[in-house]
Protein backbone atom coordinates (compact mmCIF):
# COMPACT_ATOMS: atom_id res chain seq x y z
CA UNK A 1 0.00 0.00 0.00
CA UNK A 2 1.62 3.53 -0.91
CA UNK A 3 1.22 6.18 1.32
CA UNK A 4 0.34 8.70 -1.51
CA UNK A 5 -2.97 7.20 -1.85
CA UNK A 6 -3.49 6.90 1.94
CA UNK A 7 -3.02 10.64 2.01
CA UNK A 8 -5.23 11.59 -0.72
CA UNK A 9 -7.54 9.42 0.86
CA UNK A 10 -7.22 11.55 3.74
CA UNK A 11 -7.03 14.85 1.95
CA UNK A 12 -10.72 14.11 0.11
CA UNK A 13 -11.88 12.90 3.45
CA UNK A 14 -10.76 16.09 5.06
CA UNK A 15 -12.11 18.25 2.14
CA UNK A 16 -14.90 16.22 1.69
CA UNK A 17 -14.84 16.68 -1.95
CA UNK A 18 -12.61 15.39 -4.47
CA UNK A 19 -12.03 18.59 -6.53
CA UNK A 20 -11.10 20.25 -3.32
CA UNK A 21 -8.54 17.69 -1.95
CA UNK A 22 -7.20 17.70 -5.86
CA UNK A 23 -6.55 21.64 -5.47
CA UNK A 24 -4.44 20.85 -2.29
CA UNK A 25 -2.62 17.84 -3.55
CA UNK A 26 -1.74 19.98 -6.60
CA UNK A 27 -3.19 17.12 -8.96
CA UNK A 28 -6.08 16.74 -11.42
CA UNK A 29 -9.43 15.41 -10.36
CA UNK A 30 -9.25 12.42 -12.44
CA UNK A 31 -5.84 11.12 -10.51
CA UNK A 32 -7.34 11.79 -7.08
CA UNK A 33 -10.44 9.48 -8.14
CA UNK A 34 -7.67 7.20 -9.74
CA UNK A 35 -6.04 7.00 -6.43
CA UNK A 36 -9.11 6.60 -4.08
CA UNK A 37 -9.99 3.14 -6.94
CA UNK A 38 -6.69 2.24 -6.72
CA UNK A 39 -6.56 2.38 -2.71
CA UNK A 40 -10.45 0.46 -2.85
CA UNK A 41 -9.13 -1.70 -5.16
CA UNK A 42 -6.38 -2.94 -2.92
CA UNK A 43 -8.33 -2.97 0.05
CA UNK A 44 -11.21 -4.83 -1.70
CA UNK A 45 -14.15 -2.56 -0.24
CA UNK A 46 -15.89 1.02 -1.24
CA UNK A 47 -14.63 3.40 0.46
CA UNK A 48 -16.32 6.76 -0.94
CA UNK A 49 -19.68 7.18 -1.99
CA UNK A 50 -19.89 8.62 -5.20
CA UNK A 51 -23.02 10.22 -6.76
CA UNK A 52 -22.88 11.84 -9.55
CA UNK A 53 -23.47 15.95 -9.67
CA UNK A 54 -23.14 15.63 -5.90
CA UNK A 55 -20.06 18.01 -4.29
CA UNK A 56 -19.48 16.60 -0.99
CA UNK A 57 -18.43 12.72 -0.80
CA UNK A 58 -20.06 10.40 2.02
CA UNK A 59 -17.62 7.46 3.53
CA UNK A 60 -18.62 4.14 3.21
CA UNK A 61 -18.90 1.97 6.68
CA UNK A 62 -15.82 0.34 5.30
CA UNK A 63 -14.43 4.33 4.84
CA UNK A 64 -15.21 5.37 8.35
CA UNK A 65 -13.48 1.91 9.44
CA UNK A 66 -10.20 2.80 7.69
CA UNK A 67 -10.18 6.49 8.95
CA UNK A 68 -8.52 5.90 12.37
Do not use: D
Amino acid sequence: MNILLIETFLSVVHNRNITLAANQLYVSQSTVSSRISHLEEELGVTLISRSKGARSIELTESGQAFLP
